[in-house]
C-alpha cells in the first residue's frame, strides 16, 4: 500500500493563479482531510469529508475549494492564490473518527506564492 | 473552540535523561487526546493516545483532566527519539483534530 499520496511534492505559484493539490489514499478510508502548516504553527483544518459526496469546512477553508467524487481522490483547490496561502499543505484520512481512529499523513506539498 | 498549547518549542536533553514533553489543553467537555511524531524526513505519524492507554516506544501519557495535562513523558531519552513531537485533540467522538504547535525533541549523547 502507498498510503496516502500527495502532488506535486513544491510549488511556486504567482498571485492570482490557479492550482490544485492532489491527494489519493489507497487504505479504502471513509474520512479524509486537508490541513495547513505556517512555520512554526501547529496544523490547522482546512476542510474535511466523510465520505465520497460529502465535505464541510474546517477551521480555515476560506480561498479553498474541495470535492469528493471518489473515495479514494481528494483534491484541493485554490483559485485565486495569496501570498497568505504559502504554507505547507498536508493531506490525511483514517477508516473512522473519534478516540480510536488513527489519521494517516501524506508526505506534504510545500507551496509559495509570490 | 478547543485549543491545545505546547511551550516548548525546543526541549533538548541528554541520552538516558528523563524526558517530559507538556500539552494542555482548553474544552470544557470529555476531549480525546493523542500525541502525532514526526520523524527527520519521515511523515507525520501517531504514536499513541489517551484512549489506549498504552505505552509506544517507551512513551506514555496519561490525561489529568484537573489540570488539562497530557503530557508526554519516557524515563530514559534516546538518540532516536529525536523528533517534532505534536499534541492533537479532538471531540465529541469527532474527527476534526486540533493541534498545538509542536516540540523538537532534541537528544544529544
Known amino acids: 500500500n502507498a498510503g496516502v499520496t500527495q502532488t506535486p511534492k513544491f510549488r511556486i505559484l504567482k498571485i492570482g493563479q490557479s492550482m490544485t493539490l492532489q491527494c489519493t489514499q489507497d487504505?479504502?478510508?471513509?474520512?479524509m482531510y486537508w490541513y495547513r502548516q505556517d512555520p512554526g504553527m501547529g496544523l490547522k483544518l482546512i476542510y474535511y469529508?466523510?465520505?465520497?459526496?460529502?465535505?464541510d469546512k474546517g477551521e480555515v477553508p476560506n480561498g479553498y475549494n474541495v470535492s469528493r467524487s471518489t473515495t479514494e481522490d481528494f483534491p484541493l483547490r485554490l483559485e485565486l492564490a495569496a501570498p497568505s496561502q504559502t504554507s505547507v499543505y498536508f493531506c490525511?484520512?483514517?477508516?473512522?473518527?473519534?478516540?480510536?481512529?488513527?489519521?494517516?499523513f501524506g508526505p506534504g506539498t510545500r507551496l509559495t506564492v509570490t | 473552540a478547543q485549543r491545545v498549547t505546547q511551550p516548548e518549542k525546543l526541549l533538548s536533553v541528554f541520552k538516558g535523561a528523563p524526558v517530559e514533553l507538556k500539552c494542555n489543553y482548553s474544552?470544557?467537555?470529555?476531549?480525546?487526546l493523542f500525541w502525532y511524531v514526526q520523524y527527520s524526513r519521515q511523515r507525520l505519524q501517531l504514536l499513541l493516545r489517551?484512549?489506549s492507554r498504552e505505552s509506544i516506544k517507551g512513551f506514555t501519557a496519561d490525561l489529568n483532566k484537573g489540570e488539562t495535562s497530557f503530557h508526554l513523558k519516557k524515563p530514559f531519552a534516546q538518540e532516536e527519539d529525536s523528533a517534532m513531537y505534536y499534541c492533537?485533540?479532538?471531540?465529541?467522538?469527532?474527527?476534526?483534530?486540533?493541534f498545538g504547535t509542536g516540540t523538537q525533541l532534541k537528544v544529544e549523547l
Open positions: 490525511a484520512s483514517s477508516y473512522g473518527s473519534g478516540a480510536g481512529s488513527e489519521q494517516y
Open positions: 487504505m479504502n478510508h471513509n474520512y
Open positions: 469529508s466523510v465520505g465520497a459526496g460529502i465535505t
Open positions: 474544552y470544557s467537555g470529555s476531549p480525546e
Open positions: 489517551h484512549i
Open positions: 492533537a485533540l479532538t471531540t465529541g467522538g469527532g474527527n476534526k483534530l486540533t
